[in-house]
């Protein structure tokens, strides 16, 4: 996708490759915290080149549009979860599941854990200067267990009911389960307990309708999913051996971005050099 760099005002502006604020880069054995988000770890399991040259060189990484259809039915999601918090009831989905003893858990913290940009579940990874982040969408609680349980908002749009077999298992679903993985790790980290299921609440599209008329409608699913982190700490591990390196690791050979990449370099320079 094309991503040009703008200014405040939206002004496109020269764009360098990489971005100016030093401190967004991590110095290979620096001693001062250095933070690393969810998303920043699932990019490092896709691909530790674009990882590495994004989080220690520095490379401004293209970015995408917001997903704000999707935002909005998060958000709208969230307004009536929190409706639900405030007076410690069972959300109306809940309650259609047979979910009847789980509400919303309520923490004066809820609204820094669910803010992806600036806070997020905070965690420092063991002797290590890395603070792992990671936003939640939300947190519910078992009122007999009193266990937590990791909600993540999903939208989509597919022909058909979702089965929750085939939604775990397609294999662009992947990211979603590793997400809900890290985000069990960190809230096990900050000593909570965590139910071993979490749910994935997917609002699906009718694309059936027979017409739009200013009204797109939704069916909702909960999909629990059992969670693993067993195998974070190994990739961790390898993550921050990683960061302390000044080698550039091996990219993704299924990266279309830098099979592009690598087509556009040879066709220039080739021009260049005649
Ligand atoms: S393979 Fe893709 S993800 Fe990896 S460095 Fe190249 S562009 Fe980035």
Known sequence: MIDLKRNSK?????????RTKSSSSYNPNQKQDFKISRGKFSNFLTCKRCFYLDRVKGFDVPGTPSWTLNETTDFLLKKEFDYCRKKQIPHRLLIENDLNHIVPFDHPDI???????HRGLILKYKNTNIILTGGVD????DTVSKKLI???????????????KEY???PY??????????????LSGMGFEVDKYSYFLVCNARREDREFNKKMNFDEY?????????????????????????KIPASNQSCKNCAYSDQYARLIFKNLSE
């Open 111 to 117: 609204d820094n854990w669910r803010d992806s940009l």
């Open 168 to 170: 775990l298992e397609d």
């Open 222 to 246: 909960l999909i629990p999913y059992k969670w693993s982190i067993d195998w974070i700490e190994d990739k961790l591990n390898e993550m921050v051996l990683l960061m302390n390196k000044d």
């Open 138 to 141: 939300d947190i519910w609680q």
């Open 10 to 18: 939206k002004k496109p502006i020269l764009a360098t490759g990489l």
């Open 150 to 164: 990791i909600v993540d908002y999903k939208s989509q749009a597919k022909n058909g009911s979702i089965d929750s």
């Open 173 to 186: 679903h992947e990211a979603y389960k590793i997400q809900m993985d890290f985000y069990a790790y960190l």
